[in-house]
Protein backbone atom coordinates (compact mmCIF):
# COMPACT_ATOMS: atom_id res chain seq x y z
CA UNK A 1 0.00 0.00 0.00
CA UNK A 2 1.11 3.18 -0.82
CA UNK A 3 1.44 5.75 1.89
CA UNK A 4 -0.84 8.28 2.39
CA UNK A 5 -2.35 11.19 4.39
CA UNK A 6 -4.81 10.94 7.02
CA UNK A 7 -6.78 13.03 5.49
CA UNK A 8 -6.86 10.92 2.31
CA UNK A 9 -7.98 7.68 4.62
CA UNK A 10 -11.07 9.47 6.10
CA UNK A 11 -12.15 11.15 2.66
CA UNK A 12 -12.58 8.04 0.55
CA UNK A 13 -15.27 7.19 2.58
CA UNK A 14 -17.17 10.20 2.20
CA UNK A 15 -18.34 11.56 -1.11
CA UNK A 16 -15.18 12.98 -2.73
CA UNK A 17 -13.60 14.11 -6.06
CA UNK A 18 -11.32 12.27 -8.43
CA UNK A 19 -7.87 13.70 -9.78
CA UNK A 20 -5.96 12.58 -12.74
CA UNK A 21 -2.68 13.26 -15.13
CA UNK A 22 0.02 12.78 -16.57
CA UNK A 23 3.46 13.73 -17.20
CA UNK A 24 5.34 13.37 -20.83
CA UNK A 25 9.13 12.56 -21.52
CA UNK A 26 11.34 12.11 -24.16
CA UNK A 27 11.88 8.51 -23.18
CA UNK A 28 12.44 6.67 -20.30
CA UNK A 29 15.00 9.04 -18.11
CA UNK A 30 14.66 11.70 -20.78
CA UNK A 31 13.36 15.52 -20.15
CA UNK A 32 10.11 16.26 -19.09
CA UNK A 33 7.67 17.21 -22.25
CA UNK A 34 4.88 18.60 -20.72
CA UNK A 35 3.98 18.50 -16.99
CA UNK A 36 0.03 17.83 -15.28
CA UNK A 37 -1.33 17.32 -18.11
CA UNK A 38 -5.43 16.16 -17.30
CA UNK A 39 -6.66 12.95 -18.47
CA UNK A 40 -10.37 12.63 -19.32
CA UNK A 41 -10.59 8.87 -19.60
CA UNK A 42 -9.52 5.00 -19.66
CA UNK A 43 -7.93 2.71 -16.90
CA UNK A 44 -4.86 0.90 -16.09
CA UNK A 45 -4.67 -2.98 -15.08
CA UNK A 46 -2.02 -3.97 -12.92
CA UNK A 47 -1.30 -8.07 -12.54
CA UNK A 48 1.21 -9.53 -11.02
CA UNK A 49 0.96 -12.82 -12.95
CA UNK A 50 1.93 -10.63 -16.11
CA UNK A 51 5.88 -9.85 -17.21
CA UNK A 52 4.19 -6.48 -18.13
CA UNK A 53 2.73 -5.98 -15.15
CA UNK A 54 0.97 -2.60 -15.48
CA UNK A 55 -1.08 -1.31 -18.86
CA UNK A 56 -3.84 0.24 -20.01
CA UNK A 57 -5.00 3.69 -21.60
CA UNK A 58 -5.64 7.65 -21.32
CA UNK A 59 -7.16 9.68 -22.94
CA UNK A 60 -5.88 13.74 -23.24
CA UNK A 61 -7.26 16.56 -25.31
CA UNK A 62 -7.02 17.38 -29.04
CA UNK A 63 -3.91 19.53 -28.85
CA UNK A 64 -2.17 16.44 -28.32
CA UNK A 65 -2.02 14.78 -31.39
CA UNK A 66 0.94 15.04 -32.85
CA UNK A 67 2.37 15.83 -36.19
CA UNK A 68 5.86 15.51 -36.01
CA UNK A 69 7.89 12.61 -34.39
CA UNK A 70 9.42 15.15 -31.56
CA UNK A 71 6.03 15.88 -30.31
CA UNK A 72 5.25 15.10 -26.58
CA UNK A 73 2.81 12.87 -27.52
CA UNK A 74 4.25 9.92 -29.96
CA UNK A 75 5.07 6.36 -29.91
CA UNK A 76 8.20 7.29 -31.27
CA UNK A 77 9.17 9.05 -27.68
CA UNK A 78 7.02 9.24 -24.61
CA UNK A 79 7.12 7.88 -21.99
CA UNK A 80 4.50 8.56 -19.45
CA UNK A 81 3.83 9.08 -15.54
CA UNK A 82 0.15 8.61 -14.66
CA UNK A 83 -0.59 9.68 -11.36
CA UNK A 84 -4.44 9.32 -10.14
CA UNK A 85 -6.20 10.17 -6.23
CA UNK A 86 -8.17 12.91 -5.06
CA UNK A 87 -9.46 16.59 -5.10
CA UNK A 88 -9.67 18.68 -2.39
CA UNK A 89 -12.52 21.19 -1.78
CA UNK A 90 -10.00 23.80 -1.61
CA UNK A 91 -8.13 22.57 -5.22
CA UNK A 92 -5.32 21.02 -3.94
CA UNK A 93 -4.77 17.44 -5.07
CA UNK A 94 -3.44 14.16 -3.38
CA UNK A 95 -2.17 12.03 -5.97
CA UNK A 96 -0.14 8.34 -6.75
CA UNK A 97 1.72 6.58 -9.11
CA UNK A 98 -0.57 4.37 -11.42
CA UNK A 99 2.38 3.84 -13.75
CA UNK A 100 5.18 4.23 -15.65
CA UNK A 101 5.58 3.45 -19.34
CA UNK A 102 5.87 3.71 -23.25
CA UNK A 103 3.26 5.06 -24.95
CA UNK A 104 3.15 2.27 -27.80
CA UNK A 105 -0.20 3.62 -30.00
CA UNK A 106 -2.02 6.64 -30.62
CA UNK A 107 -5.79 6.74 -31.53
CA UNK A 108 -7.83 9.77 -32.50
CA UNK A 109 -11.35 9.60 -31.46
CA UNK A 110 -14.24 11.09 -32.91
CA UNK A 111 -14.50 14.12 -30.99
CA UNK A 112 -10.86 14.48 -31.62
CA UNK A 113 -9.92 13.29 -28.56
CA UNK A 114 -6.50 11.00 -28.59
CA UNK A 115 -6.68 7.63 -26.43
CA UNK A 116 -2.55 6.38 -25.71
CA UNK A 117 -2.13 2.68 -25.12
CA UNK A 118 0.39 2.66 -22.22
CA UNK A 119 2.90 -0.81 -20.84
CA UNK A 120 5.04 -0.10 -18.07
CA UNK A 121 8.89 -0.64 -18.44
CA UNK A 122 9.33 -4.28 -18.51
CA UNK A 123 7.99 -4.40 -21.86
CA UNK A 124 11.30 -2.27 -22.67
CA UNK A 125 13.21 -5.30 -21.28
CA UNK A 126 11.65 -8.10 -22.61
CA UNK A 127 11.34 -6.49 -25.95
CA UNK A 128 15.54 -6.22 -26.12
CA UNK A 129 16.03 -9.63 -26.57
CA UNK A 130 19.80 -11.41 -26.45
CA UNK A 131 21.13 -10.70 -29.88
CA UNK A 132 24.01 -13.42 -29.22
CA UNK A 133 24.44 -15.62 -25.77
CA UNK A 134 25.42 -13.74 -22.75
CA UNK A 135 26.47 -15.31 -19.91
CA UNK A 136 26.32 -14.60 -16.39
CA UNK A 137 28.73 -12.07 -14.99
CA UNK A 138 27.61 -11.07 -11.68
CA UNK A 139 28.13 -12.40 -8.09
CA UNK A 140 24.40 -12.40 -6.84
CA UNK A 141 21.46 -13.50 -8.27
CA UNK A 142 19.59 -10.08 -7.77
CA UNK A 143 22.63 -8.21 -9.13
CA UNK A 144 22.78 -10.15 -12.41
CA UNK A 145 19.13 -9.49 -12.71
CA UNK A 146 19.80 -6.05 -12.12
CA UNK A 147 22.65 -6.23 -14.89
CA UNK A 148 20.19 -7.84 -17.54
CA UNK A 149 17.65 -4.78 -16.88
CA UNK A 150 20.26 -2.10 -17.15
CA UNK A 151 21.75 -3.75 -20.50
CA UNK A 152 18.14 -3.26 -21.90
CA UNK A 153 17.01 -0.28 -20.16
CA UNK A 154 20.24 2.05 -19.06
CA UNK A 155 17.78 5.05 -17.25
CA UNK A 156 16.37 2.01 -15.35
CA UNK A 157 15.41 2.90 -11.56
CA UNK A 158 15.30 0.31 -8.68
CA UNK A 159 12.97 0.20 -5.63
CA UNK A 160 13.25 -1.91 -2.34
CA UNK A 161 13.65 -5.59 -2.98
CA UNK A 162 12.60 -8.28 -0.26
CA UNK A 163 14.14 -11.28 -1.17
CA UNK A 164 17.15 -13.01 0.20
CA UNK A 165 20.23 -13.26 -2.15
CA UNK A 166 22.25 -16.03 -3.25
CA UNK A 167 25.26 -16.70 -5.14
CA UNK A 168 24.85 -16.80 -9.08
CA UNK A 169 25.54 -19.78 -11.18
CA UNK A 170 27.72 -19.91 -14.01
CA UNK A 171 24.77 -19.67 -16.84
CA UNK A 172 24.40 -18.41 -20.43
CA UNK A 173 21.17 -17.52 -22.56
CA UNK A 174 20.65 -17.20 -25.80
CA UNK A 175 17.64 -15.27 -26.84
CA UNK A 176 14.79 -14.40 -24.35
CA UNK A 177 15.51 -11.61 -21.53
CA UNK A 178 12.24 -12.09 -20.12
CA UNK A 179 12.58 -15.98 -19.43
CA UNK A 180 16.55 -15.25 -18.24
CA UNK A 181 14.61 -12.73 -15.46
CA UNK A 182 11.87 -14.75 -14.68
CA UNK A 183 14.21 -17.65 -14.22
CA UNK A 184 16.20 -15.94 -11.59
CA UNK A 185 13.49 -14.38 -10.24
CA UNK A 186 12.03 -17.71 -9.28
CA UNK A 187 15.37 -19.20 -7.96
CA UNK A 188 14.20 -17.19 -5.11
CA UNK A 189 11.02 -17.50 -4.91
CA UNK A 190 10.23 -14.16 -6.22
CA UNK A 191 9.20 -11.95 -9.41
CA UNK A 192 10.28 -9.10 -11.38
CA UNK A 193 8.01 -6.22 -11.93
CA UNK A 194 7.90 -2.59 -12.25
CA UNK A 195 5.68 -0.26 -9.33
CA UNK A 196 3.36 2.40 -10.56
CA UNK A 197 6.38 4.85 -10.16
CA UNK A 198 8.79 2.96 -12.73
CA UNK A 199 11.25 1.35 -10.19
CA UNK A 200 12.10 -2.63 -10.85
CA UNK A 201 11.91 -4.40 -7.81
CA UNK A 202 12.52 -8.20 -6.79
CA UNK A 203 10.04 -8.92 -4.55
CA UNK A 204 8.86 -12.91 -3.33
CA UNK A 205 5.16 -14.14 -4.21
CA UNK A 206 2.57 -13.61 -2.12
CA UNK A 207 1.20 -16.78 -1.52
CA UNK A 208 -0.54 -16.29 2.13
CA UNK A 209 -2.39 -13.26 3.49
CA UNK A 210 -0.70 -10.74 5.62
CA UNK A 211 -1.54 -7.60 7.84
CA UNK A 212 -4.92 -6.19 6.19
CA UNK A 213 -4.09 -2.50 4.88
CA UNK A 214 -7.73 -1.60 4.08
CA UNK A 215 -11.63 -2.33 4.67
CA UNK A 216 -13.50 -2.61 1.86
CA UNK A 217 -17.25 -3.65 3.31
CA UNK A 218 -20.75 -2.81 1.90
CA UNK A 219 -23.39 -0.14 4.34
CA UNK A 220 -23.12 3.21 4.77
CA UNK A 221 -19.22 4.71 4.51
CA UNK A 222 -18.04 1.46 3.19
CA UNK A 223 -15.91 1.05 -0.46
CA UNK A 224 -18.09 -1.97 -1.36
CA UNK A 225 -20.29 -1.85 -4.48
CA UNK A 226 -20.15 -5.76 -4.86
CA UNK A 227 -18.16 -8.59 -4.24
CA UNK A 228 -18.35 -12.02 -5.62
CA UNK A 229 -16.53 -14.74 -3.98
CA UNK A 230 -16.12 -18.29 -5.67
CA UNK A 231 -14.76 -21.44 -4.41
CA UNK A 232 -12.86 -23.43 -6.67
CA UNK A 233 -10.15 -26.15 -7.04
CA UNK A 234 -9.02 -25.30 -10.82
CA UNK A 235 -5.02 -24.36 -10.91
CA UNK A 236 -4.47 -26.24 -7.85
CA UNK A 237 -2.25 -29.77 -6.99
CA UNK A 238 -0.76 -31.78 -3.60
CA UNK A 239 2.29 -32.77 -5.74
CA UNK A 240 4.94 -30.54 -7.17
CA UNK A 241 8.04 -32.01 -8.41
CA UNK A 242 11.23 -29.48 -9.69
CA UNK A 243 13.83 -30.78 -12.00
CA UNK A 244 16.84 -28.99 -11.89
CA UNK A 245 18.48 -29.00 -15.39
CA UNK A 246 21.39 -26.76 -15.01
CA UNK A 247 23.58 -25.65 -18.51
CA UNK A 248 26.70 -24.69 -16.38
CA UNK A 249 27.23 -28.44 -16.56
CA UNK A 250 26.54 -29.52 -13.19
CA UNK A 251 24.36 -32.60 -12.97
CA UNK A 252 20.50 -32.48 -13.21
CA UNK A 253 18.62 -33.69 -10.37
CA UNK A 254 15.11 -33.56 -9.06
CA UNK A 255 13.13 -32.88 -5.74
CA UNK A 256 9.20 -34.04 -4.67
CA UNK A 257 7.21 -31.52 -2.51
CA UNK A 258 4.08 -33.49 -1.37
CA UNK A 259 0.91 -32.69 0.71
CA UNK A 260 1.21 -35.54 3.30
CA UNK A 261 -0.25 -33.50 6.28
CA UNK A 262 -3.12 -36.26 8.00
CA UNK A 263 -6.02 -33.77 7.82
CA UNK A 264 -5.36 -31.56 5.13
CA UNK A 265 -8.34 -30.74 2.63
CA UNK A 266 -5.93 -31.53 -0.25
CA UNK A 267 -3.92 -34.52 1.26
CA UNK A 268 -2.38 -36.39 -1.37
CA UNK A 269 -4.32 -39.59 -1.97
CA UNK A 270 -6.78 -38.53 0.35
CA UNK A 271 -10.27 -37.39 -1.38
CA UNK A 272 -8.73 -34.16 -3.06
CA UNK A 273 -7.10 -37.32 -5.32
CA UNK A 274 -3.79 -36.55 -6.58
CA UNK A 275 -2.72 -33.88 -8.84
CA UNK A 276 0.84 -33.29 -10.30
CA UNK A 277 2.67 -30.12 -11.15
CA UNK A 278 6.38 -30.68 -13.32
CA UNK A 279 8.67 -27.76 -13.02
CA UNK A 280 11.61 -27.54 -14.89
CA UNK A 281 14.70 -24.90 -13.88
CA UNK A 282 17.97 -23.76 -14.61
CA UNK A 283 18.45 -21.36 -11.61
CA UNK A 284 18.35 -23.35 -7.92
CA UNK A 285 22.37 -24.09 -6.95
CA UNK A 286 21.78 -26.96 -4.64
CA UNK A 287 19.52 -29.54 -3.05
CA UNK A 288 18.47 -26.93 -0.45
CA UNK A 289 17.49 -24.33 -3.10
CA UNK A 290 15.75 -26.84 -5.16
CA UNK A 291 13.60 -27.64 -2.08
CA UNK A 292 12.68 -23.98 -1.09
CA UNK A 293 11.49 -23.43 -4.34
CA UNK A 294 9.66 -26.63 -4.34
CA UNK A 295 8.62 -25.44 -0.97
CA UNK A 296 7.21 -21.95 -2.00
CA UNK A 297 5.70 -23.67 -5.25
CA UNK A 298 3.27 -26.11 -3.18
CA UNK A 299 2.27 -23.58 -1.02
CA UNK A 300 0.94 -21.71 -3.79
CA UNK A 301 -0.49 -24.83 -5.42
CA UNK A 302 -2.47 -26.08 -2.17
CA UNK A 303 -3.53 -23.14 -0.79
CA UNK A 304 -5.94 -21.67 -3.21
CA UNK A 305 -9.49 -21.45 -1.21
CA UNK A 306 -11.37 -18.91 -2.47
CA UNK A 307 -11.16 -15.70 -4.65
CA UNK A 308 -13.30 -12.74 -5.12
CA UNK A 309 -14.51 -10.30 -7.75
CA UNK A 310 -15.04 -6.99 -6.14
CA UNK A 311 -16.10 -3.56 -7.53
CA UNK A 312 -15.61 -0.62 -5.02
CA UNK A 313 -14.89 2.99 -4.38
CA UNK A 314 -11.12 3.88 -6.01
CA UNK A 315 -8.36 3.84 -3.22
CA UNK A 316 -5.74 4.64 -5.54
CA UNK A 317 -2.91 3.77 -2.37
CA UNK A 318 -3.83 -0.02 -3.30
CA UNK A 319 -1.49 -2.12 -5.15
CA UNK A 320 -1.35 -5.98 -6.26
CA UNK A 321 0.13 -7.84 -3.52
CA UNK A 322 -1.97 -6.16 -0.30
CA UNK A 323 -4.19 -7.96 1.62
CA UNK A 324 -7.63 -6.54 2.58
CA UNK A 325 -10.07 -7.64 4.67
CA UNK A 326 -13.75 -7.80 2.24
CA UNK A 327 -17.03 -8.04 3.49
CA UNK A 328 -20.23 -8.78 1.20
CA UNK A 329 -23.65 -9.34 2.24
CA UNK A 330 -22.48 -11.05 5.81
CA UNK A 331 -19.87 -12.58 4.05
CA UNK A 332 -16.43 -11.88 5.15
CA UNK A 333 -12.83 -12.98 4.41
CA UNK A 334 -9.09 -11.88 4.46
CA UNK A 335 -7.82 -11.62 1.14
CA UNK A 336 -4.78 -10.90 -1.09
CA UNK A 337 -5.15 -8.65 -3.86
CA UNK A 338 -3.91 -10.83 -7.41
CA UNK A 339 -5.08 -7.90 -9.40
CA UNK A 340 -6.52 -4.35 -10.05
CA UNK A 341 -7.95 -2.08 -12.60
CA UNK A 342 -7.65 1.81 -11.38
CA UNK A 343 -9.76 4.00 -13.49
CA UNK A 344 -8.54 7.40 -15.08
CA UNK A 345 -12.48 8.71 -14.53
CA UNK A 346 -15.41 8.30 -11.94
CA UNK A 347 -16.08 4.75 -12.45
CA UNK A 348 -15.56 2.12 -9.97
CA UNK A 349 -12.18 0.42 -9.34
CA UNK A 350 -12.09 -3.43 -9.77
CA UNK A 351 -10.33 -6.17 -7.98
CA UNK A 352 -9.19 -9.74 -8.23
CA UNK A 353 -8.59 -11.39 -4.79
CA UNK A 354 -7.67 -14.71 -3.37
CA UNK A 355 -6.89 -16.33 0.28
CA UNK A 356 -4.92 -19.04 0.75
CA UNK A 357 -4.25 -21.55 3.23
CA UNK A 358 -0.56 -22.85 4.33
CA UNK A 359 0.13 -26.68 3.46
CA UNK A 360 2.52 -28.86 5.26
CA UNK A 361 5.16 -30.95 2.73
CA UNK A 362 7.27 -33.69 3.13
CA UNK A 363 9.89 -34.20 0.57
CA UNK A 364 10.59 -37.60 -1.12
Not at 21 to 41: H, K, M, N, T, W
Request: charged residues 20%; aromatic residues 8%; hydrophobic residues 40%.
Amino acid sequence: MLPSTAQYKQVIHAPHSLAFEVDLYAGPGGVLLESGVPIFGGSISANLTQRVTRSGTFTLGPEFWPTLATDPLTPYQTVANIKAGIRYGNGATELFDVITGRVGELTRNDNGSVTARIDDLAADVVAYQFETPVSSESPTVVAQIKRIIEAALPAATFGTNDVIDAAMPDLTWDEDRGKALDDLAESLGARWYTLGNGDFVVRRLPYDVGTPVQDIFDGAEGLLISGTPTLTRDGAANSVTVIVERFDGGAPFRVRARDNAVGSPTLFNGPFGKVTEIIKVQTPLSMDDAKDYATAQLKALTALSSTWGVSCVPDYTLEPGDTVRLESRGVRETQLIDSITYPLSNDLMTLGTRARTRANSTFL
